[in-house]
T-cell receptor, first 113, second 116 residues
Framework: GESVGLHLPTLSVQEGDNSIINCAYSNSASDYFIWYKQESGKGPQFIIDIRSNMDKRQGQRVTVLLNKTVKHLSLQIAATQPGDSAVYFCAEKWRGSQGNLIFGKGTKLSVKP | EAGVAQSPRYKIIEKRQSVAFWCNPISGHATLYWYQQILGQGPKLLIQFQNNGVVDDSQLPKDRFSAERLKGVDSTLKIQPAKLEDSAVYLC??????????????FGEGSWLTVV
């Protein structure tokens, strides 16, 4: 994927608002997608996943939407909290691969109190 | 349940020196991954093990990087000699089986390498 170096896309939201983080994935043959949250100084933390035969999946305060037609994935966070501030990565697994995840550009989410 | 353990957390070395990172995956996880994450980018796979065998090392710079998982549990990643561009976070991850749906890949906190 394209390297963005230090210039991550950023999203700034007010505490309590809903957040939508978008991701364009690369391979139409991908069959599995995951969203990870990475806080400063920590490793990526699993949030939610979705298989390619689904369009939507909900978790606690999070929803992932998959649009295979335009190869687009989104993560919706309801009632965003300061603890949600982090960099969010989408990742895809290519069908037939050995399970390796291909990570997209991250998006930095900042929550204003 | 204990997570993926990595050490050391931080390391500063001079270029051309060597460094080794250790990883202990989640108990029972057959698949172990080493990823490299350069500042501001997403993680990139270096090598994937299934038990003690290498599944994918196509992106591992084999002239300077090596990794092993001799007993199918913990793993070591070595860099020798290090270059300035190796400055990154080295993330170890594990899953029950190759990461398809239902077999989540869990990451450790990472080992932060600075090459000066």
């Amino acid at each position: 994927g394209e390297s963005v170096g230090l210039h991550l896309p950023t999203l700034s939201v007010q505490e309590g608002d809903n957040s939508i983080i978008n991701c364009a994935y690369s391979n139409s043959a991908s069959d599995y997608f995951i969203w990870y949250k990475q806080e400063s100084g920590k490793g990526p933390q699993f949030i939610i996943d979705i298989r390619s035969n689904m369009d939507k999946r909900q978790g606690q305060r999070v929803t992932v939407l998959l649009n295979k037609t335009v190869k687009h994935l989104s993560l919706q966070i309801a009632a965003t909290q300061p603890g949600d501030s982090a960099v969010y990565f989408c990742a895809e697994k290519w069908r037939g691969s050995q399970g390796n995840l291909i990570f997209g550009k991250g998006t930095k989410l900042s929550v204003k109190p | 349940e204990a997570g993926v353990a990595q050490s050391p957390r931080y390391k500063i070395i001079e270029k051309r020196q060597s460094v080794a990172f250790w990883c202990n995956p989640i108990s029972g996880h057959a698949t172990l991954y080493w990823y490299q994450q350069i500042l501001g980018q997403g993680p990139k796979l270096l090598i994937q093990f299934q038990n003690n065998g290498v599944v994918d090392d196509s992106q591992l710079p084999k002239d300077r990087f090596s990794a092993e998982r001799l007993k199918g549990v913990d793993s070591t990643l070595k860099i020798q000699p290090a270059k300035l561009e190796d400055s990154a976070v080295y993330l170890c991850a594990s899953s029950l089986a190759p990461g398809h749906a239902g077999n989540t890949i869990y990451f450790g906190e990472g080992s932060w390498l600075t090459v000066v």
